[in-house]
């Protein structure tokens, strides 16, 4: 082969080889608009914002990559893991995820994962695109009942989510006494695993904040506020106090 032929064949070649082995923040955007939207039973919903809507806090670059890889890809494991399992593949997917040891051995991790990173995602995207401040009115209160006050609260939940170890979330649960209480998980399971519902939770996940602050944790987790929606999180409070929060 001569040299202009091999050099030709290597150049043909470095796409596709770029492709097959780098992350996906790294790859150029061309790749990422090939990226197909998940389809099956269970459905990615669509940002109700767009992806540089949040950049006080999360650059739009690692957003589109956390809702269209991330989760995306969450929703599409877990719609294969539940293929061969039609009855499972129809129940909400709350129910799926606090009935899990009812869900065949077999498959029951893939579900963990992807189902529990679906419902923590769906959640995550909910409650930012805001401007931060303050919750007002009876979520105020709950908050202030429970943690004395805000900038306690804030600081508790920092806390919390810093001293995750490797991958996960912090969240805050929500009873149907709209009493509140912090929790952390790891990987991507959720507290509805343990019956609990969730109000609001971060994603401290690497691919959630890498991009930007690198391994400034504390960083991210205290500019994360500066992008709830207040509204959003309080219009969750009401839905669990009235027994209709899902995800």
Do not use: C
């Not at 608009?33 to 940002?47: D, I, K, M």
């Not at 899990?100 to 990173?117: D, H, I, Q, Y």
């Not at 959640?123 to 009115?137: L, N, S």
């Not at 709209?178 to 509805?192: E, H, I, N, S, Y």
Request: proline share 4%.
């Amino acid at each position: 082969m001569t040299h202009l032929r091999r050099r030709s064949l290597l150049q043909g070649l470095a796409p596709l080889s770029a492709a097959l082995v780098l992350p996906a923040w790294a790859l150029p955007r061309a790749a990422l608009a090939q990226a197909p939207a998940p389809t099956g039973p269970f459905t990615q919903a669509a940002l109700p914002y767009a992806f540089g809507a949040n950049e006080a806090a999360i650059d739009a670059r690692t957003m589109e990559l956390h809702y269209r890889f991330h989760h995306g890809g969450q929703v599409a494991g877990l719609n294969n893991a539940l293929r061969e399992h039609g009855q499972l593949a129809t129940r909400p997917l709350d129910e799926l995820l606090m009935k899990l040891n009812e869900v065949p051995e077999a498959v029951r991790t893939a579900v963990r994962n992807n189902g529990g990173g679906h419902a923590n995602h769906t959640m995550f995207w909910e409650i930012m695109g805001g401007a931060g401040g303050e919750p007002q009115g009876e979520l105020a209160e709950a908050i202030t009942r429970d943690f004395t006050d805000f900038a306690t609260f804030r600081s508790r939940f920092n806390a919390a989510a810093n001293g995750v170890f490797g991958s996960g979330w912090a969240f805050v649960t929500v009873n149907r006494e709209g009493r509140l209480a912090l929790v952390t998980k790891g990987g991507q399971d959720t507290p509805l695993m343990d019956g609990q519902r969730v109000l609001m939770g971060n994603d401290v996940w690497e691919h959630a904040y890498y991009l930007r602050y690198q391994n400034r944790r504390a960083e991210y987790t205290g500019n994360w506020w500066n992008v709830l929606d207040w509204q959003k999180i309080a219009a969750r409070y009401a839905a669990a106090k009235a027994g209709t929060l899902t995800v």
